[in-house]
Each structure stands twice: as C-alpha cells, then as structure tokens.
C-alpha cells in the first residue's frame, strides 16, 4: 500500500493555529485513532506552529509548510518555517525555558510535544530555519466484522 | 472562543467556551484585563465547562491573569475541566498555584 500524505503552506498568521491543528487531525483519522490520541496529536501539532507564529519571523510574516505523512501504524508530522532559527535547542528544549516571558509564553512547547507524541526531533539553524518532527504510533484497533450475508443482501439492492 | 461573565460580589466567573490556543487568549486576553482593572474582585474562577481545547499557549495565558490577581492578594481557580484539558493542567503544575476544582 502506498504511503498517504498532505501538505499544508501557510503564512504564520496565528488564525491558521486551529485550521493546521484539525487538519492534521482530520487527516490522521484514516487510523482510526482513539479521542486521546488524537487530542495528543493536536495539541503537539498546536505547539509547533504556534512556536513558528511566535518566534520564527519576529514582527513579518512568513511561511510555515506542515507535512504529515501514515507510515503504517505510525503518523510523522514535520512542521518547517524559514526564519530566524533557534540558537540553542538544548536551552529550548529545557522545560518553561522562553525568550518571550513578556508575551505570556509558559516555556512549555517543546515539553508537551516531547509529552504528548511518542518522539521529537528539533534541527535548526540560525537564519535559515527550523524544522520540527513529532511522531506517534497509533494503536491498533480491532477491526468491527460485518455481517457478509448483509453486505451480499445490500449489494444486490444496490443493482 | 466565545467568554462570558458573571459577578457575584467580589467573585469574577469567567466561562470560555471553544478553543483556548496562542491566537483566542490573543483576542480575550483584553476583555479579560478590562474587566478586572475593577480591584474589587480578588477572586476569579474560570469555568473550562465549554472549553474544547487549550494549549501551552492557554496555560500561559491563566498565569498571566494570576500574576495580575495576585498583587491584590487574590485567587484564582479553575473548574470543570475535563481530562483532557486536566492532562496539560496537570503536566503544567500551575495547580501548585491555582486551585484546581
């Protein structure tokens, strides 16, 4: 089977948190996922863009490209802007640490994605850009069984 | 993100209803400020009943309006937040500062 994927442009306008957010959500529902799952999935997804809004252009706006991609079982979204980059990961990735206390910033992004998906990887780099990885297995459901005798007796309805 | 308010002497309710994400506490945040620059509220409880999704950006946005309401002496608490909206409170440890109900 083919690998399934969506791609998302958007300008860093913080209109565009709860579109890519549901989504991204919307998308991931070919799995199957339980209402936790799912709730975990959009919140990291959340995280990331709003950290592209907030910090990756200062006062312009730029672009923010979201992929999301089902390998399998397991859903890898990459959420990528283009702007200033973040010095230290290291520092952004320690819990509550934020460059902006004056705008309310809890400091806490990096933390719930890392809590929130099974894995996250951060690259960045200074004025070329930062790219962030979220990735989370999906459990496995039983699949319902349906009654063949009533698929047959609806198909030759259908004719 | 829809808000609403109800006084009750020196208790402010605020109940917010839909999404509470870095773009929403963006548009309530002043309405909220507004409001409270009245000093006789030295208690405010924020009711999540409607709330169907909140983020860091939320949880930053409760301490803020706890900083505010602190210098005062005041509290602040927050009731009828589901599990999943319990899930970033709990992760956040913004209940070892605000009541949570």
Do not use: W
Not at chain 1, 68 to 91: N, S
């Amino acid at each position: 089977m083919h690998n399934n994927y969506v791609y998302i442009k958007i300008p860093s306008l913080s209109v565009n948190e709860s579109f890519t957010r549901a989504a991204v959500a919307a998308f991931c529902s070919s799995l199957n996922p339980t209402m936790n799952e799912i709730s975990d999935i959009k919140t990291a997804v959340s995280e990331a863009v709003t950290n592209a809004v907030v910090h990756a252009y200062e006062d312009e706006i730029g672009e923010i490209e979201i992929k999301c991609m089902i390998k399998g079982q397991v859903v890898e979204i990459i959420v990528e802007d283009f702007g200033c980059g973040i010095v230290d990961v290291e520092r952004a990735r320690e819990p509550l640490f934020t460059t902006r206390p004056e705008q309310e910033r809890s400091g806490m992004g990096f933390s719930v994605m890392e809590s929130f998906m099974d894995e996250l990887v951060i690259l960045s780099e200074k004025d070329v850009g930062t790219k962030v990885i979220l990735r989370k297995k999906i459990s496995e459901k039983k699949q319902k069984i349906i009654n063949e005798e009533i698929l047959d007796e609806k198909q030759e309805d259908d004719e | 993100m829809n808000i609403q308010f109800i006084e009750t002497g020196q208790v402010l309710k605020i109940k917010l209803k839909g999404d509470l994400d870095h773009h929403s506490a963006d548009e309530v945040r002043g309405l909220i400020d507004e409001k409270i620059k009245n000093e006789k509220f030295n208690k405010l409880v924020i009711d999540f009943k409607g709330l169907d999704f909140i983020d860091s950006s939320g949880i930053g946005f409760v301490i803020g309006r706890y900083k505010v309401i602190r210098k005062r002496n005041g509290v602040i608490e927050i009731v009828n937040a589901s599990n999943k909206v319990r899930k970033i409170l709990d992760m956040s440890g913004i209940g070892k500062i605000i009541n949570i109900k």
